[in-house]
């Protein structure tokens, strides 16, 4: 990793002890602004459907015909999949031109298919208590010192029994934090596992692989975690 990197990283993480809010609000302002490029293709791009949400979907773990909500939904390209299989989506992301994008792009599969933009850090948008809900990505981009706030908002809008599905990439650069693969992965796994437990059942928490494409590089990938959660409580 470059010089310029290294130290970007360490400032980020001086940020987040000193205020996480703060840092919360400067990478939402760089995730916009990213998206107003018209020619931004996100590192974390689907080339394909994550393993994980396949299974779910296969598996009928995700409740058949129940609306999905799906977190940090971007362009709107996992929502479309998603409406292709069956089910009613609600999608939101912080950034105006995400959601714009997403709705220039699957608009036709109104009412099926709706795109908001909201906060992971306010409450969620939509009246309803989803019985599925999905992340692929978004939450891996929050500091460790927010994520009990983002497991409060998911629990506020999961019904009980609800099925909430995680694909979390542990990280891009591990050695900058002075750990192993291994190290690093303990070390997240305790922060979610920390901030869920009070709301949701940790079904699983698997290994896996998220497809990464650096600047300028071909795709490559990043270890990552699968975590599959259930709402405490008697379903209904």
């Not at 497809?211 to 270890?223: A, M, N, Q, T």
Request: aromatic residues 12%; hydrophobic residues 40%; proline residues 7%.
């Amino acid at each position: 990793m470059s010089p310029s990197k290294t130290l970007r990283y360490y400032l980020q993480s001086t940020l987040d002890l000193i205020s996480p809010r703060l840092l919360h609000h400067i990478r939402q302002r760089r995730w916009r602004s990213q998206w107003q490029r018209k020619d931004y293709c996100p590192a974390w791009r689907l080339p394909e459907m994550p393993t994980e949400v396949r299974e779910a979907v296969d598996s009928g773990w995700f409740t058949p015909g129940r609306p999905i909500l799906d977190v940090g939904c971007g362009s709107g390209e996992l929502a479309s999949w998603l409406a292709a299989e069956g089910y009613p989506v609600d999608g939101f992301d912080i950034a105006e031109e995400a959601i714009a994008k997403a709705r220039r792009n699957f608009g036709h599969l109104s009412p099926q298919v709706t795109f908001q933009v909201g906060d992971i850090l306010e409450a969620w948008p939509g009246a309803t208590l989803y019985h599925n809900l999905l992340d692929r990505g978004c939450l891996n981009g929050l500091s460790p010192n927010l994520v009990p706030t983002y497991a409060r908002r998911a629990a506020e809008k999961a019904a009980a029994g609800a099925h909430f599905l995680i694909v979390y990439s542990l990280s891009s650069h591990p050695i900058i934090e002075q750990k192993t693969w291994q190290e690093l992965r303990a070390a997240k796994a305790a922060v979610l596992e920390a901030a869920f437990r009070p709301y949701f059942e940790i079904e699983r928490l698997e290994d896996g692989r998220m497809s990464y494409w650096p600047k300028g590089r071909e795709r490559g990938w990043v270890p990552s975690l699968g975590i599959w959660l259930v709402r405490q409580g008697q379903e209904t």
